[in-house]
Nanobody, 119 residues
Framework: QVQLVESGGGSVQAGDSLRLSCAAS????????MGWFRQAPGKEREFVAW????????KHADSVKGRFTISRDNAKNTIYLRMNSLKPEDAAVYYC????????????WGQGTQVTVSS
């Protein structure tokens, strides 16, 4: 059973940085993609970034490109989301997710971690 456990959220000021972590367990992830989505109150869940576990190839949403960076630590079975220059509009619950590379749908989700950004 795949489990994804996020941590690292919190309340910060605009311009500050945070690093979110997602500890993955339950299988090996060499044939998986891992990602981050976020959902603000009253809005739909939106894509933030994803990374292919085996190669480290990554993609970031335009809204966070240049400020956020997704990465992974194979030894720790953990992915990260480094968030710099945070803006109030980045405030949301951030979710870690995983899917087999052959799947079109994100299959596994964590419980989410809250990020609050005050101006």
């Amino acid at each position: 059973q795949v489990q994804l456990v996020e941590s690292g959220g919190g309340s910060v000021q605009a311009g500050d940085s945070l690093r979110l972590s997602c500890a993955a367990s339950g299988r090996t992830f060499e044939t998986y993609a891992m990602g981050w989505f976020r959902q603000a109150p009253g809005k739909e869940r939106e894509f933030v970034a994803w990374i292919i576990w085996s190669s480290g190839s990554a993609k970031h949403a335009d809204s966070v490109k240049g400020r956020f960076t997704i990465s992974r630590d194979n030894a720790k079975n953990t992915i990260y989301l480094r968030m710099n220059s945070l803006k109030p509009e980045d405030a949301a619950v951030y979710y870690c997710t995983a899917k087999p590379l052959i799947s079109s749908a994100w299959t596994y989700w964590g419980q989410g971690t809250q990020v609050t950004v005050s101006s």
